[in-house]
């Protein structure tokens, strides 16, 4: 069941994915649900995923998808996904911005949605996503 963003299970299933990046990312949430929260988007699945994203102008800037370790690779991320892109489309934006590591297999499963690279900053792509 879907349900409006818990910092604490969020907490948890960042540091229950697997994933450093993830890990990271976690106190970046908290800093912008403070400084600008009329402009965050985010939405939890049950005790297991979220999604967490900002509204910008033209666009959604996604900051992270996470999905705990033993649900993962059965859809969930996709649901999500869509959840937020269902969003989108219900705001009238067609464009996603994000950054995904050139080292995890997330940027090929981006690439197989119709992302395109469009720079690359460090050891990330930074990705764009337009949607119908």
Not at 76 to 91: D, F, P, S, T, W
Request: with cysteine.
């Amino acid at each position: 069941m879907w349900r409006e963003y818990d910092d604490k299970l969020a907490h948890d299933i960042c540091y229950n994915s697997g994933s450093d990046v993830t890990k990271r990312t976690h106190a970046y949430f908290r800093r912008q649900i403070y400084q600008t929260p009329d402009k965050v988007w985010a939405e939890m699945l049950d005790d297991y995923a979220f999604y967490f994203a900002v509204k910008c102008s033209k666009h959604v800037r996604l900051i992270e998808i996470a999905v705990k370790t033993e649900y993962q690779g059965k859809g969930i991320g996709m649901v999500v996904l869509y959840r937020l892109l269902e969003r989108m489309k219900r705001n009238g934006i067609k464009k996603m911005t994000f950054r995904t590591p050139m080292n995890e297999k997330s940027h090929t499963f981006w690439l197989h949605l119709g992302a395109k690279i469009k720079d690359v900053k460090g050891d990330d792509y930074e990705m764009e996503l337009n949607i119908e």
